[in-house]
């Protein structure tokens, strides 16, 4: 991703609309080089994962409402979905440079009935989400769950309840950092690829809770 980080790290310091206007050509060669190696990325996880759908976002900020009004995104970002109703989740990579390169994976902003319906599993039982994320393996590539949470119990639940900690999170979200080295690798694309492979039992107990009741019965 030579061209996309070239790029990228002149608009940290030139992002105004007149730099990017005569630069415009440097742009879409940083651009079509990250879609080139989003798209390969696709591929492999169509090997072991039902993505749904794929995007890429756009380079130009919504500053109407900001405070920043910087006209320009000083990263490229791309997401995947996973094909509901059966399967859920979400993917995301995000490329910048000076170290800030990273890749997402989780629930970002469950809906309310999913988030309740979450909250009761933890309730109801915390071991299993609790063996996945302590796995050897797992821990080591994705380390601990991120995410905002209430300060206290949800309403109508325990706040003393020991799984309360999972059960005040309102987001579920792993991340892993590359630095700019790493993303110039030639194995990039399939680490993440890897990476991402493995958070297959985390996805695959969410899947699981979201789409039955809390006596297991399907809901879909």
């Known amino acids: 991703m030579k061209k996309t980080i070239a790029f990228l ?10 730099w990017f206007a005569d630069n415009k050509e440097t742009y879409q060669e940083g651009l079509v080089e990250f879609k080139a190696r989003f798209l390969e990325l696709e591929t492999l996880m169509k090997s072991h994962d039902a993505i749904d759908k794929s995007k890429v ?20 970002g791309g997401s995947f979905s996973r094909k509901k109703p059966e399967l859920r989740g979400g993917y995301y990579v995000h490329i910048q440079p000076n170290n800030k390169s990273f890749i997402a994976t989780g629930f970002w902003d469950p809906n309310k009935d999913d988030l309740l319906r979450i909250r009761r599993e933890f309730e109801m039982d915390d071991q299993e989400i609790r063996d996945i994320m302590s796995n050897k393996t797992f821990k080591s590539i994705w380390g601990t769950i991120e995410g905002d949470a209430l300060k206290t119990a949800p309403r109508d ?9 999972l059960i005040r999170m309102k987001q579920f979200i792993f991340t892993k950092t590359y ?39 399907s809901l879909i």
Do not use: C
């Open 57 to 76: 976002f756009r380079i130009y900020r919504d500053v109407r409402f900001s405070k920043n009004k910087l006209p320009y995104k000083t990263h490229f």
């Open 9 to 18: 790290k002149h608009l940290e310091t030139n992002n105004n609309r007149d």
């Open 179 to 217: 630095t700019d080295k790493e993303v110039l690798s030639s194995d990039f694309i399939t680490s993440i690829n890897k990476n991402f492979k493995a958070i297959k039992p985390f996805f695959n107990y969410m899947s699981d809770v979201l789409t039955t009741n809390l006596n297991g019965e």
């Open 157 to 165: 639940f325990d706040k003393a309840h020991k799984a309360i900690d």
